[in-house]
């Protein structure tokens, strides 16, 4: 597969989409865990949802 | 199931948390399909292997306006229905709609020096999906903004319905204004223009970043109703103390 003398402007479009999808990713799986970490610390701190359920109940 | 039955964010937890592996995968599956697709595609007889830029520019112009579109809708959920999803669906899509949106106008941009010898030309195609993109900007700077959910929705709510003025704007710049963009060569009256060689492969990663926008916007939302809920609880904690 040639590219022709435009490669690295198709290289560089194909990099940059991967690199942003990967950050938005990325984002959401540490923002997961951080909400998921604050959670068992509330848990811990014996602190109940009005319904009397766990607040690591996240199912 | 019902949009009702949705309303429940517990039940909303429930039914992604099963959902979003399939959800995943079958976008991993689809990207790698549509991203060999892409590579085997033959060169376009004026633009060369430039053509390739077009299946990852194109559907991320085509989502960059279609976000905004399911923000609309959320937005009238929190006005109208005051559905209590409708405003995370809301606040969690901008950051991804303003991700596709900037992928739209770079890659725009890359392919557009090669074949209109510039970057960039203020017209009226990539004007307004510049000013889409400083919306986007702007709207997660006012849910930054807020410190109360619940006033933030209702001001993001208008914000975003005005906004959405500039969907139609976007689509017809090309046919209303003489601009360097090319007319709709896919969505157009009387069928697509391109090439099934590249018809085909544009179709497919369209539908495998739709599948990444659907699996991303529900994973975010998951995080907010997450935050939301520790924000409950430590208010709920401050209370106990206080008391």
Do not use: C
């Not at chain 1, 690199?19 to 109940?48: P, S």
Request: without cysteine; aromatic residues 10%; hydrophobic residues 55%.
């Amino acid at each position: 597969m040639s590219l022709g003398p435009y490669a690295s402007f198709i290289l560089t479009s194909y990099a940059l989409a991967t690199v942003v999808v990967l950050i938005l990713i990325a984002w959401i799986a540490i923002d997961y865990r951080h909400q998921k970490e604050r959670l068992r610390e509330l848990d811990a701190a014996g602190i109940v949802r009005r319904s009397g359920r766990s607040a690591m109940d996240i199912r | 199931m019902t949009l009702t039955d949705l309303a429940n964010p517990t039940r909303f937890l429930t039914l992604t948390g099963r959902l979003l592996p399939w959800l995943a995968a079958s976008t991993a599956l689809l990207l790698l399909i549509g991203l060999y697709q892409s590579a085997v595609a033959p060169d376009d007889y004026q633009q060369g292997a430039t053509v390739k830029i077009m299946f990852i520019h194109v559907p991320n112009a085509w989502l960059s306006m279609f976000v905004w579109g399911v923000m609309s809708l959320a937005a009238l959920g929190t006005l109208v229905w005051r559905h209590p999803l409708a405003d995370v669906a809301a606040k969690t899509a901008a950051p991804i709609g303003a991700s596709f949106t900037f992928l739209a106008l770079v890659t725009g941009s890359l392919w557009g020096r090669p074949m209109w010898g510039t970057y960039w030309e203020w017209d009226a195609r990539l004007t307004s999906v510049l000013i889409l993109f400083l919306m986007y900007l702007g709207l997660i700077a006012l849910w930054r903004a807020v410190e109360d959910p619940s006033r933030a929705a209702r001001a993001a709510a208008i914000l975003t319905l005005v906004g959405a003025i500039n969907l139609p704007i976007i689509k017809f710049s090309v046919d209303w204004w003489n601009t360097l963009h090319q007319p709709a060569s896919v969505m157009r009256i009387g069928g697509p223009s391109l090439d099934r060689a590249f018809l085909i492969p544009l179709l497919v990663m369209a539908l495998a970043f739709s599948l990444l926008f659907l699996t991303l916007h529900l994973a975010a939302m998951r995080n907010e109703i997450l935050r939301r809920r520790v924000r409950a609880l430590q208010m709920m904690q401050a209370s106990q103390r206080s008391a």
